[in-house]
């Protein structure tokens, strides 16, 4: 059974850096096309970033574009989110998200999403 832990966020001055990690003990990733989500106070979620089953392709929201990586390590069953030069506009709960659907569809309808992780706390002081 698939239920996906997120660990890695924390409190980082702006121009920092950090690492999100997502990771299921049960199920497969390799069938799951993977994405991050993120909701800052008072706003509504917003795509991060998504990569497709084979890691091959990935997608990411104008905002994080050349700061953020995604990846995925099918072994060990982990969706990683790898963030640099962060904003404090970068402040939000990220999320981490798996579906059977492409990562178009995910980007597309994530309410849709197969599973969903609880939420880890990203805080970038000025």
């Known amino acids: 059974q698939v239920q996906l832990v997120e660990s890695g966020g924390g409190l980082v001055q702006a121009g920092g850096s950090l690492r999100l990690a997502c990771t299921s003990s049960g199920g497969t990733f390799l069938v799951y096309s993977g994405a991050w989500f993120r909701q800052a106070p008072g706003k509504e979620r917003e795509f991060v970033a998504a990569?497709?089953?084979?890691?091959?392709?990935?997608m990411y929201a104008d905002s994080v574009k050349g700061r953020f990586l995604i990846s995925r390590d099918n072994d060990k069953n982990t969706l990683l989110l790898h963030m640099a030069s962060l904003k404090p506009e970068d402040t939000a709960v990220y999320f981490c998200a798996w579906d059977r659907a492409t990562m178009e569809s995910m980007i597309a309808r994530p309410d849709h999403s197969d599973y969903w992780g609880q939420g880890t706390q990203v805080t970038v002081s000025s």
């Open positions: 990569i497709s089953r084979s890691g091959g392709a990935t």
